[in-house]
């Protein structure tokens, strides 16, 4: 079957996490990631294989979505989808290792003199069908997914541009007009799904971008075919051929992978990993730094509404042993803020190790002695539930009773947004700078925290009026000092992304959390 | 004695009031659901206000009442309704996994009563000695292994280990008839505990048939021993076996979602499972109802043969 029956009425394409529910499958899910840009140097290890050669064809398994999956980058939302649309289109910008926005079609940009102009050049480049990329086809790609009709995944990182303003100086230059000075506009350039499509595009079941890869088939829930681009901007693919193929369960993939019907398997289990590592079979890659790993606190809701209380539970917790056990080893710790690595994070903040004695003088003189808290948990992303059990036995040596409550994972998310007053929480890697702007502002929209503090605000719009690099990265500095010492984040890991290949398979970098510019980037893997 | 034709139309009279319970329970059950697509759909993200324009795009603000009136209009009609996910007709699930489901279905069946007939008969005719040991152990053993670990330990040996089979079918498509390998691992761990369940049945009839007075008194009269065994024991003793072998269609239909899972088979169960985590509540409603439907005429077969070999039996209804 090929790509017929793409959805035309206008609703999202629905599809979930790529792990069952049937499934021992600990899928950590879709990362919801909004992106920014692109690869940071060349420090990033590889993975075996030998120099690079040309030629080949590799099959690649993820978790998939079902008959319902669709080849419209817009509607972007499990790995399967990121992974196709980056073989098939480009954005503006992406992510590297270190969040920053790296170029891709655009060349350059140009902040205006009070940085809420932006003039964004565009590289040479060409669709699949020999057209040039143009200042109207970026226009065209971001007014549809800035649709008020629609709910593209990207609109919302879109929201600063004012793109009835916006226009094209010439083919090859776009003046952003924005709602207002945002310093860290590439990072919107960037975002997960803002990907530029040719002009007029509204159905996709032949797919033209201007990716590394053409299209040549797609079956929905099973696989798609992508061919190499020979005339791609930045370089042809090493690989002749590539197949994107489904399986749910990771133990297939696994399965797959050692039995040679595929050569990449995205997302394993840490144990998985484990039991293979060096076995020779095949080569396991750790994505380091992709998915922060939580408790958040209600910042407005007792006990936590009290911060002695919520700098206690800091103290409460033992991260190496959460770590160890909730994401088996997988990852490293954190220290109750966003974003380990990445850039502006306040690396020089120390580390918080469990202090007892600490938290237990903080509940006392907070009067809360014989407390007792509930935990939201659920299987909706691995390592939850054990890591709710980890931290009630960590609790219970400070005096505290946690009570741990499994919810059901399909509405997970949206229960624990307004619900209860502790929950286990997740995020994918994206710029500490979305991260702010997406949780931890009083009018963001997915506040899981109820962080909602005026002067922090205002600290976040002075960050985004700042022009000058180093007095901005001293604002975050001052926001996460904040956020370490009162937050409601405690932030107790990092996991890493797993991802198997066989050993004939090369170039796949380990420096690339998943979804940045690296991650899949399958037009720079070769098969041996 | 209820004659024939009385008993029958009661038969079938309660088929028609379970096919309604059915399609009732479908559709409270689906409604009790936690969440609905909009929720599911939002997964980590979950803006309320992206929320809400998601639900007023599905038609999910409207009430229920309404919506069961018009998914039951549409059922008459043979109209199952279309996907949230995709705006594709629901039929066309059905469609596209039929065939997979259907063909390691018929594969199993045509499979298990031969051989779970043949190894009950074999450990009958000598009770206690070794074979009957050897294949009462077996089958106690695999019966008490679930299908997913029983098939976890197949692939390991047989794909992984020997290399003899593939691990998976991911990347065959849906033309499985053009690539038998992939099929001999499902269709072991389909065939597992049914094989276990129903030779153990065979046997203890076969046992009990051949200790019957009229299989004495048939050797008695010098007839041989195959002969009383296959013409006059076995066909009393394969009658419970034949009743649990209608019950294990239904259960087919269960053991048909894990082991498509687990070898990525594109069939039912890998639509409803997709469906049923997209919250896709017309997929799941229209394959529950044909799941439900399937149920309710299979058994009602299966009512009416037994009834009609062996009306002692007394078949409920």
Request: hydrophobic share 45%; aromatic share 8%; charged share 20%.
């Amino acid at each position: 079957m090929t790509a017929s029956a793409q959805p035309d009425r206008s609703l999202p394409a629905l599809r979930r996490r790529g792990f069952l529910a049937a499934g021992a499958a600990a899928g950590l899910g879709t990362l919801a990631l909004t992106g920014c840009g692109g690869g940071a140097g060349g420090t990033g290890a590889t993975s075996g294989g030998g120099a690079p050669r040309r030629g080949g064809r590799l099959r690649a398994a993820f978790a998939g979505g079902g008959a319902a999956e669709t080849l419209d980058p817009h509607r972007s939302n499990l790995f399967a989808d990121a992974a196709r649309a980056k073989a098939l289109f480009d954005k503006l910008a992406d992510c590297g290792a270190d969040m920053t926005a790296r170029p891709r079609l655009a060349a350059s940009w140009e902040p205006g003199p009070r940085l809420d102009r932006w003039k964004v050049t565009l590289r040479e480049a060409t669709f699949h069908d020999g057209r040039t990329v143009t200042a109207e086809d970026v226009l065209y790609s971001y007014r549809r997914i800035a649709d008020p009709g629609q709910t593209y995944r990207a609109k919302a990182s879109l929201e600063p541009i004012d793109l009835k303003a916006s226009r094209a100086l010439d083919p090859r230059t776009i003046e952003f007009r924005l709602k207002r000075p945002t310093a860290e506009f590439p990072n919107v350039l960037a975002a997960f799904g803002a990907y530029v499509i040719p002009r007029d595009t509204e159905r996709f079941e032949r797919p033209v971008g201007s990716g590394p890869f053409r299209f040549v088939s797609f079956a929905p829930g099973r696989s798609c075919t992508v061919r190499r681009y020979d005339d791609y901007w930045d370089g042809a693919p090493y690989l002749d051929e590539l197949e994107f193929l489904i399986a749910n369960e990771e133990s297939a993939r696994v399965n797959a992978l050692l039995g040679g019907q595929v050569e990449y398997a995205h997302e394993l289990n840490p144990a998985t990993a484990r039991a293979h590592q060096d076995q020779g079979r095949i080569t396991i890659v750790r994505l380091r730094n992709s998915a922060m790993q939580a408790f958040a606190m209600k910042t407005d809701r007792p006990p936590f509404d009290d911060v002695r209380v919520r700098q206690a539970f800091f103290l409460i917790a033992d991260r190496q042993e959460l770590v160890d056990g909730a994401l088996s080893g997988a990852g490293e710790v954190g220290n109750d803020l966003f974003g380990k690595g990445y850039q502006y994070y306040a690396a020089d903040l120390p580390q918080r190790e469990r202090d007892l004695t600490r938290a237990r003088h903080l509940l006392k003189r907070a009067g809360a002695e014989d407390l007792r808290v509930t935990l939201d948990t659920s299987e909706v992303a691995a390592g939850f539930t054990e890591a709710a059990g980890i931290f009630r036995d960590q609790a219970a040596k400070a005096g505290v009773t946690v009570r741990v409550r499994a919810g059901s994972k399909d509405t997970y998310w949206s229960d624990i947004l307004d619900g209860g007053t502790l929950s286990c929480y997740r995020s994918g890697a994206m710029p500490i700078e979305s991260h702010i702007s997406q949780r931890l502002l009083t009018d963001s929209s997915t506040n899981a925290t109820h962080w909602r503090r005026p002067a922090f605000d205002a600290l976040y719009q002075q960050a985004q009026s700042t022009r000058d690099q180093s007095a901005r990265a001293e604002v975050y500095a001052r926001m996460q000092r904040e956020l370490h010492t009162e937050g409601g984040f405690l932030v107790w890991g990092f996991a890493d992304w797993i991802v198997g290949t066989a050993r004939g398979v090369g170039g796949v970098r380990s420096d690339a959390p998943a979804n940045t510019l690296d991650w899949a980037r399958f037009d720079k893997v070769w098969l041996r | 004695m209820i004659p024939a034709h009385s008993w029958l139309t009661r038969r079938l009279l309660l088929g028609l009031a379970q096919t309604a319970a059915v399609v009732l329970l479908v559709f409270a059950l689906t409604e009790a659901l936690p969440g609905d697509a909009a929720v599911a759909l939002a997964a980590d993200n979950p803006d309320p206000a992206r929320i809400e324009r998601i639900r007023a795009a599905m038609d999910l603000d409207r009430p229920a009442s309404e919506r069961f009136a018009e998914w039951v209009t549409g059922l008459l009609h043979g109209d199952l309704g279309t996907s949230l996910a995709s705006g594709r007709p629901v039929a066309d699930y059905l469609a596209d996994g039929f065939g997979p489901t259907l063909l390691l279905a018929a594969l199993t069946i045509a499979l298990l009563v031969p051989v779970s007939v043949g190894l009950g008969v074999l450990a009958a005719r000598r009770v206690g000695g070794a074979v009957d040991r050897l294949i009462s152990s077996v089958t106690l053993g695999v019966y008490a292994v679930p299908e997913f670990a029983f098939g976890v330990l197949l692939v390991t040996v047989f794909a992984l280990r020997l290399d003899w089979l593939p691990p998976t079918a991911v990347g065959y498509g849906t033309d499985l008839l053009a690539h038998p390998a992939v099929l001999v691992l499902p269709v072991l761990v389909l065939l597992s505990r049914p094989v276990c369940s129903i030779s153990r049945l065979v046997r203890a009839g076969m046992i009990d048939a051949l200790s019957a007075p009229y299989a004495e008194q048939a050797r008695r009269y010098g007839v041989g021993g195959a002969r009383v065994c296959f013409a006059h024991a076995l066909p009393n003793a394969v009658t419970p076996a034949a009743q649990q072998l209608a019950r294990t269609v239904d259960w087919l239909l269960c053991g048909v979602i894990v082991v498509e899972a687990l070898f990525i088979i594109p069939g039912l169960g890998t639509v409803l499972m997709d469906a049923v985590a997209a919250r896709d509540v017309p997929v799941v409603q229209g394959l529950a109802v044909v799941f439900g439907l399937l149920a309710v005429v299979l058994n009602l077969a299966a009512d009416v043969v037994a009834h009609r070999l062996a009306p002692r039996a007394g078949v409920a209804a």
